[in-house]
């Protein structure tokens, strides 16, 4: 199939599916259904996630003996299609001790992304994106 014919085929989808107020389909059960497939959807992610920030926590502590690394706390965890996103809480430190800690961090993640696919079974592991969040110093 060439392109032209992906996007006539593709434009006709969209146009069998789309509603109209005169094909005998109530707007008001097809909103419904969406919202419903929505929030089953997000409540998949989020009982993902809090799984998946469970597995990256433990991995942290496991993976490496530098206790900067192990003091790291995750925030939180979302599930953003192919990409979980993790925040993690760094100690306080100053800018190049935890730009240090950020490229130490990143060098780790494919060991978490390994580590996150023998801990939660899952028939595709999402790509890992870490963020460090640095922590306040008490003045």
């Known amino acids: 199939m060439n392109d032209s014919s992906r996007a006539a085929a593709r434009a006709f989808q969209r146009a069998a599916t789309d509603t109209k107020n005169d094909d005998g389909v109530d ?3 097809v909103a419904r259904r969406q919202q419903h497939h929505r929030r089953k959807t997000n409540t998949h992610s989020l009982q ?3 799984a998946a920030g469970r597995a990256v926590e433990s991995a942290l502590f496991g993976l490496s003996d530098d206790p900067a690394i192990q003091s ?3 925030i939180d965890a979302k599930l953003e299609g192919a990409v979980l996103t993790v925040n993690l809480l760094a100690p306080p430190l100053t800018w190049p001790e935890l730009a240090a800690l950020e490229a130490s961090v ?4 494919p060991s978490l992304r390994a580590a996150l696919a023998a ?3 899952r028939k595709r592991t999402p790509h890992v994106r ?3 969040v ?3 110093a008490d003045e």
């Open 48 to 50: 993902y996630g809090k």
């Open 72 to 74: 790291l706390t995750v």
């Open 119 to 121: 801990e939660l079974q």
């Open 27 to 29: 707007p008001r059960h």
């Open 134 to 136: 640095p922590a306040l």
């Open 130 to 132: 870490l963020r460090l």
């Open 106 to 109: 990143q060098m780790l993640a």
